[in-house]
């Protein structure tokens, strides 16, 4: 793929989202075939196996646990921080 740096990083901080915020779930298919029309992949962003080789998927997906908080700066339904726990946006004590 002809991709810059920055769209590399941008479709990899979706996947990385995405993985996140579904946390044990993700969807994405292993290989998509070519176009019978174009000759290559025409939905490359849903291709992992080409994302792994041109480095815009993880090479392990358990490496997006705790993207949203670190770079989102939104967290899952429950954060803990020291003494208080946080649910959908509440702070309680424990």
Request: proline content about 4%.
């Amino acid at each position: 793929m002809d991709w810059d740096e920055d769209r590399r990083a941008g479709i990899a901080g979706y996947a990385l989202a995405n993985m996140d915020a579904l946390q044990n779930w993700f969807f994405w298919t292993w290989r998509i075939g070519n176009s019978t029309e174009m000759g290559f992949p025409t939905s490359p962003m849903w291709h992992y196996r080409l994302g792994l080789q041109e480095g815009w998927m993880p090479k392990d997906p358990r490496s997006a646990g705790g993207y949203c908080g670190r770079v989102l700066q939104v967290g899952g339904n429950q954060v803990r921080a020291r003494d208080e726990t946080v649910y959908m946006g509440m702070r309680t004590h424990d």
